[in-house]
């Protein structure tokens, strides 16, 4: 049944009632009620979701002390068109199409309902206009990843000229938006090209050689793998180590991104220009009805780009 917006008063989602593996505890359902629209917010029809390692923690309950309640609706990354508009919303209208990361505060009390449902209610103020010459699959891929990455830098005041290594990334934006001097980054063998196609001028092979032991140092280092304690020894004398997992060894410093779409809506042009390109795995587009299959593999951890789950909905 639809109300008089067109928009209907139920919805598939995926949905977990209590914490466990994925394969047990995440069930498809067909009539969930839709999440209320707050005056700030916006409901978005999904066109995709893109799926992160975090969201298969939290339904482990490694966050538990800091989770929503129950039932919740996983899911942080979202591209899709705007249906519905809160009184106080100022810039956004319906028929835009939008991306962005839906929870404010990743690990903060995220919301209950998140993205992989066939509608999400998101503040405003977290999205950003889709680029034009971007698939929803390819904007859905984005959020979460690069406004780590931009956040991250931000955090250590990474200026124009300096090196900087990247752990378990490509470097494409310290290069394109920051002006970095030199990029260096770490994958395995079969990963070191796709590396080079994204800005590194230097791709470390992990499997053969330990970038600590490198006689080239670096202005800053930014963790995404949890090794901290060894980041700090492929830093310069005082550099910075950005961490994003894992423990921390001082002088580094961790944080958990901050969703804004002011931060997509600067980054916007690079992505239409070309200069930063979203990296989908070549084997990670998964229709909604296989979303326990995508969350499986995300979680095997040898992903070459990023996992998103498309078509939640068709968008012509």
Request: glycine letters at 10%; proline letters at 5%; hydrophobic letters at 40%.
């Amino acid at each position: 049944m639809e109300n008089a917006l067109g928009v209907p008063s139920a919805m598939r989602a995926w949905i977990y009632e209590q914490h466990g593996k994925p394969a047990d505890v995440l069930k498809l359902k067909s009539d969930v009620a839709l999440p209320q629209l707050k005056e700030d917010q916006v409901l978005v029809k999904v066109v995709a979701t893109g799926l992160n390692p975090v969201d298969n923690k939290r339904m482990l309950g490694i966050f538990i002390h800091a989770e929503c309640p129950f039932p919740t609706v996983p899911g942080y990354d979202v591209a899709g068109v705007v249906v519905k508009v809160g009184s106080q919303v100022k810039n956004l209208k319906v028929g835009d199409e939008v991306y962005g990361n839906v929870h404010e505060k990743a690990l903060d009390h995220p919301k209950q309902y998140g993205t992989l449902a066939e509608y999400t209610a998101v503040e405003e103020r977290l999205l950003a206009l889709k680029p034009k010459n971007l698939s929803f699959v390819e904007a859905a891929s984005l959020p979460v990843a690069i406004g780590t990455a931009y956040e991250g830098l931000q955090r250590c005041r990474f200026c124009q000229g300096q090196s900087i290594l990247v752990l378990g990334g490509a470097g494409g934006l310290a290069k394109h938006v920051f002006g970095a001097s030199r990029v260096a980054s770490t994958a395995s063998t079969g990963k070191l090209e796709l590396l080079k196609c994204l800005g590194a001028d230097l791709a470390i092979d992990y499997t053969k050689e330990n970038f600590e032991d490198l006689s080239e140092k670096f202005d800053v280092v930014y963790d995404c793998i949890g090794q901290a304690e060894r980041s700090v020894k492929a830093m310069k004398e005082g550099g910075k180590v950005v961490v994003v997992v894992g423990a921390v060894t001082v002088p580094a410093f961790k944080f958990i991104v901050t969703s804004n779409g002011a931060d997509l809506e600067k980054l916007n042009p690079y992505l239409e220009n070309g200069k930063i390109k979203p990296v989908i795995d070549p084997k990670g587009v998964y229709p909604f009805s296989k979303a326990l299959e995508g969350l499986a593999y995300v979680d095997t951890g040898r992903v070459a780009g990023k996992v998103v789950i498309y078509p939640i909905q068709e968008h012509n």
